[in-house]
Nanobody, 120 residues
């Protein structure tokens, strides 16, 4: 089991920045990748960014490329999502997720979510 706890959400004006963090605990040695998803009001949950735990390579949804950066600290078992040039449409509950080596394509572990609100 892997437990995830997000932090860092809040209210920011359009054009501003926020940094989300996700702390992992438990069987972290089994982690394959970590990711951020978001759920905007009235929308389904969507993928935002991913980082492969061992390689550190990353991928992003097109709408955040060039504005968001995901990074990791293997020693602390944390990842961060730096969000710059925020737009009102980035308003959502952001969730941290993790997959493990035995099921690399399955996001089996989720945090509780953190609210990000971007005002216009």
């Amino acid at each position: 089991q892997v437990q995830l706890v997000e932090s860092g959400g809040g209210l920011v004006q359009a054009g501003g920045s926020l940094r989300l963090s996700c702390a992992a605990s438990g069987r972290t040695f089994e982690m394959y990748a970590m990711a951020w998803f978001r759920q905007r009001p009235g929308k389904e949950r969507e993928f935002v960014a991913r980082i492969w735990w061992s390689r550190g390579s990353t991928s992003y949804v097109d709408s955040v490329k060039g504005r968001f950066t995901i990074s990791r600290d293997n020693a602390k078992n944390t990842n961060s999502l730096q969000m710059n040039s925020l737009k009102p449409e980035d308003t959502a509950v952001y969730y941290c997720a993790a997959s493990v080596v035995s099921k690399p394509a399955s996001w089996d572990y989720w945090g509780q979510g953190t609210q990000v609100t971007v005002s216009s």
